[in-house]
């Protein structure tokens, strides 16, 4: 007499710890390749997070050797409310994020659709490894170049000599002209980077949507705004998303590299006043309290800005 064969249970019905183990056994080898990413995450994000104490604390080098640790609660924040160096250092955040926003946004969108208007080719790929360089050079070699370009005798006043304009001018003494030297140096640097994204998300819009618009008599410039455009937009929002969360920050190697005691008013910026109240003054619970309520603002504006889009985009999320 032939044996029944033994059914298979369905992992739904097992318990929640046993279907864990069950998919873990039957995905292993994709749980091997991501537990060191979350094991590495769990070590130096969220073990660290217990540091978020000093901002309660009048922490000293000593406390951390067994030191006596006072607690002040909300003193350090309090005090943020009247340092006038801080909101100094907020207000040129504020204004070379919002340039870089509004130069480098836009422009790393424009960039891609005209790298995607010329297809795969040698000249395509001259224009998209040209973009893409200033992204590999350090700051500190970028920063000499910079320099040397805004000097007296340098490139920028050289050009501005054969229109006519004739200046011996060290523009990064300018304190005025700070602000739109950061937002222009961060986009020549950061734009074609950028464009990666963006021309990934074009590469997956079916092509036979352009076939049937050129059927119809479109141009390019109609297949652009009807077709690829809207075929981008779930990551033109992600990007604006993280645009906005990060509002509040700023470049710290940047900053360190171009500042000098001329353009310090209009140059220090959030993470240099911490690099200095922190790391040079040893103020580290003033440093950290600042840097908490900076994480909570940027918190706040991403979650903004994503039901923002989220509701203008009726209701359907991007994430």
């Not at 160096?85 to 422009?107: D, G, H, Y």
């Amino acid at each position: 007499m032939q044996r029944p064969l033994k059914q298979r249970k369905d992992p739904r019905e097992f318990g929640k710890v046993r279907h864990w183990l069950y998919d873990f056994r039957r995905q292993w080898q994709l749980q091997v390749m991501v537990w060191p990413g979350i094991i590495f995450l769990i070590i130096f994000a969220y073990i660290p997070m217990y540091g978020i104490s000093i901002a309660f604390q009048n922490y000293s080098v000593t406390s951390a050797f067994g030191g006596q640790t006072l607690w002040v609660g909300l003193d350090n924040f309090t005090y943020i409310i009247s340092d006038i160096n801080f909101w100094q250092s907020m207000v040129n955040t504020l204004a070379i994020s919002l340039l870089k926003l509004a130069i480098e946004f836009p422009l790393a969108i424009i960039l891609a659709l005209m790298v995607y208007q010329l297809k795969e080719g040698k000249f395509a790929n001259i224009i998209k490894n040209i973009s893409y360089l200033p992204h590999f050079i350090s700051w500190i070699v970028l920063g000499g170049m910079i320099t040397a370009w805004l000097g007296s005798g340098g490139l920028f006043n050289q050009l501005l000599g054969l229109i006519a304009i004739h200046t011996n001018a060290n523009w990064l003494l300018n304190p005025n002209a700070y602000w739109m030297i950061a937002a222009l140096s961060d986009t020549w640097k950061e734009v074609g980077w950028g464009t990666i994204l963006y021309l990934a998300a074009m590469s997956s819009i079916d092509p036979t949507l352009y076939e049937a618009a050129t059927i119809d008599g479109a141009n390019r410039f109609r297949k652009i705004w009807s077709i690829t455009i809207p075929g981008i937009r779930y990551m033109i929002v992600l990007q604006l998303i993280l645009w906005v969360s990060g509002i509040v920050g700023s470049n710290l190697d940047q900053t360190m590299i171009l500042l000098n005691p001329t353009n310090r008013p209009t140059a220090n910026v959030v993470n240099y006043y911490l690099f200095q109240v922190g790391i040079q003054n040893g103020n580290f619970s003033y440093a950290t309290a600042v840097g908490l309520g900076l994480s909570i603002v940027s918190v706040i504006l991403m979650l903004g800005t994503y039901f923002a889009t989220k509701k203008l985009n009726d209701g359907v999320s991007v994430l």
